[in-house]
């Protein structure tokens, strides 16, 4: 009976040991796939900001913005340890590819291949009509095409927890909130002003309560660097959580062979 307890305590380790060894085999190849893709979108973007000259404010503008986010995503790809990690260098390079469309578009040349969609960019919405406002002491334009006054892009998506439109501004009126985390107090005001109105668009209070347009879908004013640093602790929660789960969870399921009476 002892030798039996023996043989099925070294099947049941045996089997634990081999199932974590095949979830952590499993997790590598993904974050070596998910690091390859994001290399892939990585490579594109540097090959275009090496190879495109602005010609004019807006080009350039965007130019220079794709440039930015292609230095960014070259230090994330340095850093990445986890999935989640080396997804977010996609999601920056292809932000950068899609200043780059803007920059081609706006010395009229090829936009090239379409770029993978983004919800929450659909969801910001686009600017679709020229719009030119005074907020607080300060003149500020946004339009649906690039112009002498309207030299700053941006691709659509969240900042801080509120959507910004797709568009060209005269200005990069979302900065200051990209770099702090959190929107000033006249925010609000601006965006009501500049965007009431227009069609898609949420009005300045949904905005303010950081809601899409006609979507309910309310980011905490810190859930995007919260996110982000959150990867941190994947590489804890991975390790510690799966392992243990995988585990005990597949330990437990041995639970099965409870059928035997050892008599105990």
């Known amino acids: 009976m002892e030798l039996v307890l023996v043989v099925l305590v070294l099947i049941i ?12 085999k499993a997790k590598r190849n993904r974050l070596e ?8 979108w990585l490579e594109r973007l540097g090959g275009q900001v090496l190879n495109l000259t602005g010609t004019d404010a807006a080009s350039q503008q965007a130019i220079a913005d794709a440039s930015e986010r292609y230095n960014a995503a070259g ?3 340095e850093q990445a340890q986890t999935e989640e990690q080396a997804k977010l260098v996609k999601e920056t390079a292809l932000e950068g590819l899609y200043y780059v469309r803007a920059a081609r578009e706006a010395m009229g ?17 686009k600017v679709t009509e020229h719009r030119s406002v005074d907020v607080e002491g300060r003149h500020y334009e946004a339009s649906p095409e690039p112009g002498a006054d309207t030299p700053h892009y941006y691709p659509g998506g969240r900042v801080a927890g509120r959507p910004v439109p797709q568009g060209w501004y005269s200005e990069p009126w979302w900065k200051p909130a990209l770099v702090a985390g959190a929107w000033g107090l006249g925010s609000m005001m601006l ?5 009431s109105g227009m069609a898609g668009m949420p009005s300045g ?17 810190g859930g995007d660097g919260g996110g ?4 941190g602790g994947d590489m804890g929660g991975d390790a510690g959580g799966d392992m243990g789960g995988d585990f005990g969870g597949d330990m437990g399921g041995m639970g099965d062979m409870g059928g035997f009476d050892f008599g105990f």
């Open 33 to 40: 796939d998910a690091k390859a893709e994001a290399r892939r």
């Open 228 to 231: 982000d640093a959150g990867d």
């Open 13 to 24: 380790v045996g089997g634990g040991y081999y199932l974590i060894q095949s979830h952590q």
């Open 109 to 125: 040349l090829d936009p090239g291949p379409a770029l993978p969609e983004d919800r929450e960019r659909q969801a910001a919405g």
């Open 191 to 195: 965006f009501s002003a500049m965007f």
């Open 205 to 221: 209070e949904a905005w303010a309560d950081g809601y899409d347009a006609g979507q309910e879908d309310a980011m905490s004013e």
């Open 75 to 77: 230090s994330q790809m």
